[in-house]
């Protein structure tokens, strides 16, 4: 709720015996409100220009804005979630209080025909200082009779913007997000020149699968093992979705804790479902019998991974 000084001196006050055009409504014993120290009391929710709306009253004034000795009302939009990403809606409203004694209305609005924006992260507008605490309980003025006040609402949509948007959802690292893959190698030597490939496995509820080129691939062929990371089900992010991983790729020494390893974080999608390297490791260093990385003709791959992101388009 935005209280800056224009906002605060820029409100027209006028009064009119034509009730409110979308809602109405009354509360019964407000002083409970008010000694109970309620924050705040929302209304149920009403139609007013295609969308769905509710009133919020502070009755001991908003204290989130700092307000003291005023009622604080604002106009809430809600049920926005079908609106997707990026919607604006730019409305023209009045807020009402009943003078009960003379059967007239008190109507605060934006000054000059004043719009405002609601939209995802701006879903309330109104006023913090609605009207003094002072003036609203002395029932001379009107506004509460038998302890009973009656606020309304009018709510005049003059235009709808939406534009395409994307909804970016990244993940905290933690201990448990962390999965590892073990594909263990046998017969390494006689492996297919061309291309091997580990079974599918899941982590971070998506499929993956390792590519091993043994003899290397394009410049690296006859000199380099070439490794790839890949995303097998690309039914999670069709529409233009992308997914952020981390992983480390790994060659086991089976002799020692001196592993070989390479990490790189990747946006992945239906263009692009693959990382790693062309040239993961030199053939004749991952030979080397005293290095450990062959041991029997067997070679232990590892695919550890967290799924950091996912991007979506709405």
């Known amino acids: 709720m ?8 820029a409100i027209s006050r006028s009064i009119s015996h034509v009730p409110p055009a979308h809602f109405l409504l009354k509360i019964e014993a407000f002083s409970s409100l008010v000694e109970n120290d309620v924050e705040n009391y929302k209304s149920l929710e009403f139609d007013a220009g295609g969308y ?29 979630s079908s609106l997707g990403l990026g919607w604006e809606v730019y409305v023209i409203f009045r807020l009402f209080v009943l003078d009960q004694k003379k059967d007239e209305f008190l109507i605060l609005q934006d000054a000059m025909g004043k719009q405002r924006r609601f939209h995802g ?27 009973t006040c009656v606020f309304g609402a009018e709510v005049f949509v003059k235009e709808t913007k939406k534009c395409t948007g994307e909804c970016l959802s990244m993940k905290k690292l933690t201990s448990a997000s962390n999965y590892k893959h073990v594909w263990k190698i046998k017969n ?3 492996l297919p020149d061309n291309i091997y490939e580990s079974e599918v496995f899941v982590a971070g ?7 091993l080129f043994p ?26 979705s992308k997914i952020y991983v981390l992983f480390t790729l790994r060659i ?20 692009n479902k693959f990382g790693g390297w062309t040239n993961f490791v030199e053939l004749n260093y ?5 290095n450990g990385f062959l041991v029997n003709d067997v070679c232990i791959v590892e695919a550890e991974m967290p799924v950091l992101g996912i991007s979506k388009a709405l």
């Not at 879903?123 to 009779?145: H, K, R, T, V």
């Not at 062929?221 to 070439?226: F, T, Y």
């Not at 086991?252 to 263009?271: C, D, F, I």
């Open 2 to 9: 935005e209280n800056d000084f224009v906002d605060q001196v």
């Open 52 to 80: 769905k709306w509710k009133l919020v009253v502070y009755p001991n004034g908003n204290k989130n804005e700092n307000v003291k000795d005023h009622i604080s009302i604002y106009l809430a939009m809600v049920d926005t």
């Open 121 to 147: 992260l701006k879903l309330e507008w109104g006023f913090d200082q609605f009207i003094p605490l002072e003036e609203f309980i002395n029932a001379s003025n009107g506004y509460l009779m038998g302890d």
């Open 188 to 190: 390494f030597s006689k």
């Open 205 to 211: 509820d998506q499929k993956w699968k390792i590519l």
């Open 215 to 240: 003899k290397g691939l394009g410049e690296a062929s006859g000199s380099h093992i070439s490794m790839y990371l890949v995303l097998t089900d690309l039914s999670t992010i069709t529409g233009g």
């Open 252 to 271: 086991r020494n089976q002799l020692l804790s001196k592993h070989y390893e390479k990490k790189a974080g990747e946006w992945l999608n239906t263009s």
């Open 286 to 290: 991952l030979n080397k019998a005293g």
